[in-house]
C-alpha cells in the first residue's frame, strides 16, 4: 500500500476531562484495546485537518517521579486501552515493525556518540536540494520541532540537566528502529547478587582475618560491582543496574563489624584466653589471660 512517512502529534489532556470530552477512543488510528469500549471518549487535542488523523501519536512524555525523563512510552497504556505513541506512529509511517518493542523503553542516551545533528528549518527551505546536507536528508527520520529559547519544550534527563522534547524524541525513535534501548537485567540475577554479597560478607566476619584485611577485600567488591554497572550502562544495551545490592552490601558490612567489634571488646572482661586476629606470617603467639585479680602473660614460640 501507500506509505505516507509522516505523523502527528496528539496531545493527551487530563484522564479526568475523559467525560467531557465527545471524541470516541474508536475514532483513533492503532488504538490496541484491553477491554473493549465503543463510547468510550477520551479528552484531547489533535490535528485540525482530518487527513491527519490516521496518522497520530501521544507526543505527551513520562518523567520518573523525580521529575527526570529516563524513559518513553512507546505504548501509551491507558486503563481500558493503549494509544500508539509519536513515536510509534513514525515507525508505522515508515512501513517499519514494531510488535516486538516493550510498552516502556529505557532510553539509551547518546552521550558517547555526540548529539544528533540540527538543521534550521529556514536553512531547510533555501538549500540547494542536491547539496550534502540535502541529500543526507534521502530517507532520514526527522524530528520537526522548536527549540527557541521560551518556545521549546526542555526537561532534565539522566545525562543533562535540561534537554529539549526533539532530543528526547530522536532518542526514542532511534532506540525504538535500532533496538538499542537499554535491557533491564532479570530480578532475579540481581537477588542472587545481593544473596551472595551477604553471605561472602558474613563469612569473612567469622573468620579471625584481620580487619584491614577484610575492608581491603569489601572495598575491592564495592568497586568491582560499580565497575559492571558502569561498563554495562556505557557499552551495552543491557542495563545492569547493581547500586541496590550495593547499598544493601554495606549495611551487612556495618552490621558484621559492629558484631565482631562488640564481641571482640566484650571478651577482655571474661575468664580465659581472648579471641585474636590471625596475621599471616607471624612466627610468635602472645596468650594473655587473666584470673580473679592475677593478671599476667607469657610468650610462646610457635613450631
Not at 275 to 294: A, H, P, Y
Amino acid at each position: 500500500g501507500l506509505i505516507r512517512p509522516i505523523a502527528f502529534p496528539l496531545i493527551r489532556l487530563n484522564p479526568k476531562n475523559d467525560v467531557e470530552s465527545k471524541f470516541k477512543v474508536a475514532n483513533l488510528t492503532g488504538v490496541e484495546w484491553i477491554n473493549t469500549d465503543e463510547s468510550a471518549t477520551i479528552a484531547l487535542i489533535h490535528p485540525a485537518f482530518p487527513t491527519m488523523m490516521d496518522r497520530l501519536g501521544v507526543a505527551d512524555q513520562k518523567p520518573d517521579p523525580d521529575g527526570i525523563v529516563r524513559t518513553y512510552p512507546f505504548n501509551w497504556v491507558e486503563p481500558n486501552y493503549k494509544l500508539p505513541s509519536i513515536v510509534k506512529a513514525t515507525m508505522l509511517s515508515a512501513g517499519l515493525d514494531s510488535k516486538s518493542l516493550p510498552d516502556e523503553l529505557t532510553l539509551n542516551w547518546r552521550n558517547k556518540k555526540g548529539a544528533y545533528q540540527r538543521l534550521s528549518f529556514a536553512d531547510v527551505l533555501s538549500m540547494d536540494e542536491k547539496s550534502p546536507e540535502a541529500l543526507a536528508l534521502k530517507n532520514a527520520f526527522v524530528v520537526l520541532g522548536v527549540s527557541a529559547p521560551g518556545i521549546g519544550q526542555i526537561k532534565p534527563t539522566a545525562v543533562k540537566s535540561i534537554e529539549d522534547d526533539n532530543e528526547i524524541l530522536a532518542t526514542a525513535l532511534d532506540d525504538a528502529v535500532n533496538g538499542s534501548y537499554f535491557r533491564t537485567a532479570p530480578s532475579w540475577l540481581l537477588l542472587i547478587v545481593t544473596i551472595t554479597l551477604i553471605w561472602l560478607i558474613i563469612y569473612l566476619g567469622i573468620l579471625r582475618i584481620s580487619a584491614i584485611k577484610i575492608n581491603q577485600i569489601f572495598v575491592v567488591l564495592q568497586a568491582a560491582l560499580a565497575a559492571i554497572t558502569l561498563l554495562a550502562v556505557s557499552y551495552t544495551t543491557i542495563l545492569v543496574d547493581l547500586s541496590g545490592p550495593m547499598s544493601f552490601a554495606l549495611l551487612v558490612f556495618a552490621g558484621v563489624k559492629i558484631i565482631r567489634m562488640m564481641s571482640d571488646n566484650s571478651s577482655r572482661g571474661k575468664p580465659g584466653y581472648r579471641k585474636l586476629d590471625i596475621q599471616s606470617g607471624s612466627t610468635e603467639m602472645v596468650l594473655v589471660g587473666f584470673r580473679r585479680n592475677i593478671v599476667g602473660y607469657k610468650k610462646y614460640i610457635a613450631w
